[in-house]
């Protein structure tokens, strides 16, 4: 799924847990008629991705859709959803995206 928009807000890296699981959160403004403010989030290592923009760039983002659930302490279940960036780029060229998305020379097949 792809997003278009105004980045609205940049979070600093945030880590959880034990494993220390990484995660930023960023904020789009989109340019409609009634825009809408969706928080996305990138995980791990790509975190790191955001580094290359700042608050008022225009950028067209890549994401996954996820869901989960999770069973309190209480025995109830609770949903939760969750836009997953994998890649992030401006009209101006600049682009970010997994360094598995990007193959070193050396990874090429020729």
């Known amino acids: 799924m792809e997003i278009k928009g105004t980045i609205h807000v940049i979070e600093r890296t945030k880590t959880y847990g034990a494993k220390g699981f990484a995660k930023r959160l ?9 825009p809408q403010f969706i928080p996305m989030e990138f995980v791990q ?3 790191t991705l955001l580094d290359k923009f700042k608050v008022g760039q225009e950028v067209t983002v890549n994401v996954n859709v996820r869901g989960r659930e999770w069973t309190n302490p209480e025995g109830e ?4 959803l969750s ?8 009209g101006e060229g600049v682009q970010a995206e997994p360094e598995s998305l990007n193959p ?7």
């Open 83 to 90: 836009l997953e960036a994998w890649r992030i780029s401006t």
């Open 26 to 34: 960023f904020v789009v403004k989109t340019d409609e008629k009634y």
């Open 45 to 47: 290592d790509k975190t």
């Open 77 to 80: 279940a609770k949903y939760f």
């Open 104 to 110: 070193d020379p050396d990874d090429l097949p020729f």
